[in-house]
């Protein structure tokens, strides 16, 4: 813990969603997205441009958040259902063996998926897992048992009610709104189960509350107004690169509406940017809704609110979608802190530049509430970092993921990134200084042949054993 010490313990509220690049949010200079509120964020706090999920997919990604470790550390590498939680800290856990009352709303994505890692309550909505959907799972893991959105979607809109009635699917780059009341969208439960729990909450304890979307994950199912609203406008073309070459993943994955290299057709990719930049305006301005709550409640500034997402999309870029890949759009992520007004007196910084990523989020909550780090943790207290105090830094960040021959290692920097594919030996180099969109890979440029060595010499370093 650090001596950079607020008044008094914070509450804590945890905003998270899922599949959100860094690059769509106003204050990252978007030309096309609308991001208000979480621009206001921003602009009363400190904005993270260097924030990264080092392995990008739902589980490995959680998994860091909640337990403060690295990949190498909390043993997860790539996206598999079904694998039991068995973490002896997690954060929920601190948090309320700390003094906190701990809420959970939305996307846990553990496994067993009634497991509380510590929350007190939760009332979950994970989405469309296949997995929980199978029908021969056992039936206390299947998503109708343990989905509490569902049961109330089924009250509201009718028995036969899902969350893919639009006939739409959850990796899907399809487009259709939202078929029923945008009150019953699954982004408007979580803000209402939120405020729900700050209106109802033990009032003398501080809180902490974990809301959690599942968009701008697909389905990309907004309401309509905020799909015709992208609809109508330009939208600038994905990124591509001069080393991307899939004709024959393309050919392989045909037309499927799934593809991890999306779709060739430019209706249906104008069609998808618009719907994933629609579900992102559509959550900023329910996130607006949270926002007033706690004014109204008269806790706004004694709350720290913190914005990220587990992972991007690449949303096409150098021919791609999805996530899992190494590049910016999979693993750059939004992340965004402020600090209430009544918590501290110093101003804060307003763009921090330091590499972050999702293991820092524990050791920084536990800081603000003083609850003492009494386990190893491979992240950084980011407290001291939001008014320019000394603090811990790192100078390069080691990501990966599995998959086949996709599967992937990276050494990500502030200039720089190097990648190896570990089952087909490919490699590439990226000045993000200069080519902030990766459309030129330089592993065959001479003049940074010393620098592309450095990066492979980390790379070996952080895989020996």
């Not at 929980?132 to 009250?155: G, I, M, T, V």
């Not at 939208?235 to 499927?256: I, T």
């Not at 910084?349 to 603000?368: K, N």
Request: hydrophobic share 35%; charged share 20%; net charge negative.
């Amino acid at each position: 813990m650090t001596d950079f010490l607020l008044k008094k313990r914070p509450n804590i509220v945890l905003i998270m969603c899922d599949q959100m690049r860094g690059d769509c949010l106003g204050i990252a200079g978007h030309p096309d997205v609308k991001t208000p509120y979480l621009d206001s964020l921003a602009a009363e706090g400190t904005y993270f441009p260097n924030a990264y999920s080092a392995c990008p997919s739902c589980i490995p990604a959680r998994a860091a958040l909640f337990t403060g470790l690295s990949q190498e550390h909390h043993h997860r590498v790539g996206y598999q259902d079904g694998i039991t939680w068995d973490y002896p800290h997690m954060l929920p856990a601190a948090l309320s063996d700390g003094g906190y009352h701990t809420e959970m709303v939305g996307k846990m994505h553990v496994h067993p998926p009634l497991y509380r890692c510590g929350f007190q309550n939760m009332t979950l909505h994970d989405g469309y897992i296949g997995y929980y959907r199978n029908p021969n799972a056992p039936a206390k893991e299947h998503q109708l048992f343990h989905d509490s959105y569902l049961h109330w979607l089924k009250c509201r809109c009718g028995y036969d009610a899902d969350v893919n009635d639009a006939g739409l699917e959850c990796n899907s780059f399809l487009v259709k709104p939202w078929p029923y009341d945008e009150m019953s969208h699954p982004t408007n439960w979580t803000v209402s189960e939120s405020i729900r729990f700050l209106e109802q909450r033990d009032r003398s304890q501080p809180f902490f509350l974990m809301t959690s979307f599942v968009r701008p994950h697909p389905p990309l199912d907004a309401p309509k107004d905020y799909l015709d609203f992208y609809m109508q406008m330009d939208l600038h073309e994905p990124a591509m690169g001069d080393w991307a070459h899939f004709e024959k993943e393309r050919v392989q994955a045909g037309r499927m509406y799934d593809s991890p290299y999306g779709t060739d057709d430019p209706t249906l990719r104008r069609t998808a940017m618009a719907g994933y930049y629609a579900c992102i305006t559509h959550m900023d301005h329910q996130i607006g809704r949270l926002i007033q709550a706690l004014y109204r409640e008269r806790i706004l500034e004694d709350t720290i609110i913190l914005f990220t997402s587990d992972h991007g999309e690449l949303l096409f870029d150098h021919g791609l979608f999805r996530k899992v890949q190494p590049f910016q759009g999979s693993i750059r992520i939004p992340f965004l802190i402020r600090v209430g007004k009544n918590l501290i007196d110093y101003p804060q910084t307003a763009i921090c530049d330091d590499l972050v990523e999702l293991r820092d989020i524990l050791p920084t909550i536990l800081s603000a509430t003083r609850i003492p780090l009494t386990f190893p943790t491979d992240g950084f207290d980011l407290i001291p970092a939001l008014y320019g105090k000394p603090h811990q830094q790192r100078d390069f960040l080691h990501g990966e993921h599995s998959g086949g021959n996709l599967s992937n290692q990276y050494i990500v920097t502030k200039e720089d990134k190097y990648i190896w594919y570990s089952q087909t030996g490919k490699e590439l180099y990226f000045d993000l200084k200069s080519d902030k969109i990766e459309v030129n890979n330089r592993m065959e440029d001479p003049s940074v042949s010393q620098r592309i060595k450095y990066l492979r010499n980390l790379l070996i370093t952080q895989l020996t054993g």
